[in-house]
């Protein structure tokens, strides 16, 4: 498998803050990660794919002036909310994609909330 | 576009039973991967098991085992000897093997109660 950290775990901000969640892969190196959003009782809808080096590709949609990717490193992504509001506040996840069949590696989620 | 149906929003099952989640899938590629991730309480996402399109031969993990039907663009997922440690949302996904940069689509996920 693969071993992927977020912080943090959960973070409260105030309307028009901006807030940054970081993933990291902790056990190799990753040249593509993934950014979903989910909200509760729903499925992970993808925002954005994260190429190592690169700009992020970003799903129909997600706001990439919004939500900003950056992924300096093959073990370093970060997403930040710009000028948040409280309809941004939902669970975000990272993952990470290894293996044969590409499998994809979650990290454990940032609960964001907006007040 | 693919698309993956998770058809039972819930689903429950008495403790040491046997439970049949169903997913089935819309694509005209003949090569991908399908996948069952477990979502507990704890939102933690983890993968329960993985199936190659190109694989006649169902895979199992343990008490995990699938029903692949590729004609009938089905995946089920079996849970056997039922533990009270399953209950959890049970995602479906696909993944087009065509290039290292796909995304999964995820069905919209099966709640799983376990009753004991």
């Known amino acids: 498998g693969a071993v992927v950290s977020q912080h943090p775990s959960r973070v409260i901000c105030k309307s028009g803050t901006s807030v940054k969640i970081e993933c990291r892969s902790l056990?190799?190196?990753?040249?593509?990660m993934f950014w979903y959003r989910q909200f509760p009782k729903q499925s992970l809808m993808l925002m954005a794919t994260?190429?190592?080096?690169?700009?992020?590709?970003?799903e129909q949609g997600v706001e990439k002036d919004k939500f900003l990717i950056n992924h300096a490193s093959l073990t370093l992504s970060t997403l930040t909310v710009t000028s948040a509001h409280p309809e941004d506040s939902s669970f975000y996840i990272c993952?990470?994609?290894?293996?044969?069949?590409?499998?994809?590696?979650f990290g454990p989620g940032t609960r964001l909330t907006v007040t | 576009a693919q698309t993956v149906t998770q058809s039972q929003p819930e689903m429950s099952v008495q403790e040491a039973e046997t439970v049949t989640l169903s997913c089935t899938y819309d694509?005209?590629?003949?090569?991908?991967?399908l996948f069952w991730y477990k979502q507990p309480p704890s939102r933690q996402m983890i993968l329960v098991i993985r199936q190659e399109a190109y694989k006649q031969q169902n895979a199992t993990e343990n008490r995990f085992s699938v029903n692949f039907q590729k004609a009938a663009k089905s995946f089920s997922l079996k849970i056997s000897d039922s533990q009270l440690g399953d209950a959890a949302m049970y995602f479906c996904a696909y993944r087009s093997a065509r290039n290292a940069g796909n995304m999964l689509t995820f069905g919209g996920g099966t709640r799983l109660m376990v009753k004991p």
């Open positions: 994260s190429n190592e080096g690169s700009k992020a590709t970003y």
């Open positions: 993952s990470v994609q290894r293996g044969p069949s590409y499998e994809q590696y």
């Open positions: 694509t005209s590629e003949s090569d991908y991967y």
């Open positions: 056990d190799f190196q990753a040249t593509t």
